[in-house]
């Protein structure tokens, strides 16, 4: 009892640390960051920091569910541990964010508002943007500390929304608030919310469905097959055991002799039964032929190599098209696709020769396919990671950057600079708001909502950015936070075990994100324009 209540101090101090250390680096960051832009924009100190403030504040809340969400499969799955995944995060999230996040940002996401009818003055459009940042990251603080994944770009345009409604209606009245608002972008919006799941859970049904059926299930027939034969390997030797107790000493004698013979020439290659004369030798050859026609890692060796590769091919593509975009390295498409086939290509052939290296042992068959999809796991999420960083962190930095523009201009416009200092500002945020708050949401997309197997996770997150590739190209509205989910209830609905119950509550807040942002930057608009 003592040790395990010491063991429990060892735990808490340990984390104790760990918040401590988070918690500071957040605020050195944060506070360079504040000293560093007082200079750069040399207008409006107070207006500055609280921008700053509310800024850091959406970033760490996009890491609490967004990032939490894109992890969440790796860690319920077992794959990762809650601080592995902050590390692979913090390494491929501000990556991408500091490498590919662009150098300018639209001002307005998705082009869901238009305040040009509008004559709005700059500081006005400042304290819109402030509103829309400050709203967002409450109501994602809120679903976070819920443990629902909600969708970060949803919140943010709601907050745009809100905030431009009732400027335009300070400005123009009734209709002039409603003119600032493209409400088919709306319905859009609203389309998403059925979309996105129905998309994610179809694509990862199909692909898990035939992973377990071609891969799994093998698989499990195999260890089964291999475990009776060693059952029965193990009652050979006990009955051998017993019938040479009962010899008498010569026939023991003889009987030993035969054995040494038979041992002898067990591994010859062109061994037939013929050769052996002993009876127990005899049993044991047909019993190895049997395990060796049994071809138990013919799963492993024909099929994981394919999907290894596919998932190789897709996660390629999303940082080629999507990830890396914003980079402008000069690629074709032809190039690109070059590219997706050389990773597959030495994908394929990295897992093809780990798989034909453990089929001398089939002990190994259950632990070799964990260790396979574990790392094609990480390499999917590792790469999701990525993706996210260079365009999602754009929901926090593009209003940001568009107040940093604005004060250092004095003008608004339809892009503004991100400064390389304020994307690893941004970026530290996200992984501090992992590790502080992201756990209900890993607990919820990890575990809640079905189990996770190396296996069944990789299928989610690779349909899931399947489907975002898929749906960028062909311009279809979803959230890549709403297709994650939808592909986690997809591995549900093939296991049978999927949480309609615990869904109920998450599509409610898919619901409401928009109005809820709406209605907390209204608020934080009208409370700005009072303070400053």
Partial sequence: MQSHTNQGKTVAVGSTKVNLFFGILLAVVTAYFIWWGLEYTNNYPIIFITATVFGVFMAFNIGGNDVANSFGTSVGAGTLTIPQALGVAAVFEVSGAVIAG?????????????????????????????????????????????????????????????????????????????????????????????????????VSYALFYQIKKYILSYNDSAAEVLQRLHEKKRLIKQEDKTAFEKLNEIQ???????????????????????????????????????????????????????????????????????????LHLGLTTLHNFLIMGMVSAVIWMAVFIYAKSLENNNKNLPKATFILFSWMQVFTAAGFAFSHGSNDIANAIGPFAAILDVLKTNTMNQQAEIPTIAMVTFGVALIVGLWFIGKEVIQTVGTNLTKMHPASGFSAELSAAAVVMGASLLGLPVSSTHILVGAVLGIGLVNHNANWALMRPIAMAWVLTLPVAAILATVSFLLLNLVF
């Fill in 252 to 326: 023991k004698l003889a009987y030993t002799s035969a054995l040494a013979r038979d041992a002898q020439i067990y591994t010859d290659e062109d061994l037939t039964e013929d050769d052996l004369d002993t009876e127990y030798f005899k049993k044991v050859y047909r019993l190895e032929r049997e395990r060796y026609e049994v071809d138990a890692f013919k799963a492993l060796q024909t099929w994981v190599p394919l999907v290894a590769a596919f998932g190789g091919a897709i996660i390629s593509a999303m940082l080629l098209f999507k990830g890396l975009k914003n």
């Fill in 102 to 202: 662009g150098e300018v940002t639209d001002t307005i996401r998705k082009g869901i508002v238009d305040l040009n009818p509008l004559s709005i003055e700059p500081m006005q459009f400042v304290f819109l943007m402030m509103s829309a940042l400050v709203a967002a990251a409450f109501w994602l603080l809120i679903a976070t500390k819920k443990g629902w994944p909600v969708s970060t770009t949803h919140s943010i345009i709601g907050g745009l929304v809100g905030a431009s409604m009732v400027l335009g209606f300070q400005i123009a009245g009734f209709d002039g608030s409603v003119a600032t608002v493209k409400w088919d972008k709306i319905g859009l919006i609203a389309v998403s919310w059925v979309l996105s799941p129905l998309l994610g859970g179809a």
